[in-house]
C-alpha cells in the first residue's frame, strides 16, 4: 500500500508550475495530511495524521481541501461553514484556534492510489481518532466488499 511521498500544502499550491507529477491523479484514493514529513511508501505515522478522507476524484478533492485549509473559506465555528471541505475548514479552524500549531502552508498531503480506499480510510482512522492533533472527521463507512480485511460486520 504505496503512499505518494509527501509534499507541503504550499508545494502543492505550485505543482502546476513546478512539475506535474507533483499533482495527485484524477482518480480513486485515500489522502492524509500529516504535521510533519515522513518517507511515504509505507504507512503515515500514526502520531502525526491531521486529517484523513477518501474520495473518488484524488486532483479535485485535495485542492478543495488545501483551498478551505489556507483560509479560503467561512469563518464560522463548525465544519458546516466550510465553502468546499469540511475536512479542510476543521484544519483552519484548528489552527486558528491554535490547536493545531503548524501552519496550514507547512502540513503535508500524501495519497494513495493502490488500495481499497474504504479499507485504507477506516484503519487510519481507527489509528489516529485520539490524536491530539486529529481535526476530527466523520465516522467513515465500513467497507462492504465481502472477504475485505475491514469488511462490513467485523
Ligand atoms: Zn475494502
Known amino acids: 500500500m504505496p503512499f505518494s511521498k509527501p509534499i507541503t500544502f504550499r508545494t502543492f499550491l505550485t505543482a502546476p508550475i513546478e512539475a506535474e507529477t507533483l499533482m495527485p491523479p484524477r482518480q480513486a484514493g485515500v489522502y492524509v495530511v500529516t504535521r510533519k514529513e515522513w518517507d511515504g511508501g509505507g504507512n503515515p505515522p500514526e502520531n502525526d495524521v491531521v ?11 485535495t485542492i478543495v481541501l488545501v483551498t ?9 465555528k463548525g465544519s458546516a461553514n466550510s465553502y468546499y ?18 501552519d496550514p502552508r507547512t502540513l503535508y498531503l500524501s495519497w494513495n492510489t493502490d488500495c481499497c480506499e474504504a479499507c485504507e480510510e477506516i484503519k487510519l482512522y481507527e489509528q489516529c481518532r485520539k ?24
Not at 131 to 154: D, L, W, Y
Request: one cysteine or more.
Open 131 to 154: 490524536n491530539e492533533c486529529f481535526v476530527g472527521v466523520a465516522t467513515p463507512p465500513r467497507c462492504n466488499i465481502s472477504g475485505h480485511p475491514i469488511g462490513s460486520g467485523k
Open 68 to 76: 478551505d485549509a489556507i483560509g479560503f473559506t467561512g469563518q464560522g
Open 51 to 61: 486529517y484523513v478522507g477518501r474520495t473518488t476524484a484524488l486532483l479535485y478533492r
Open 85 to 102: 471541505h469540511s475536512g479542510g475548514h476543521n484544519i483552519w479552524e484548528a489552527w486558528k484556534e491554535k490547536r493545531l500549531s503548524r
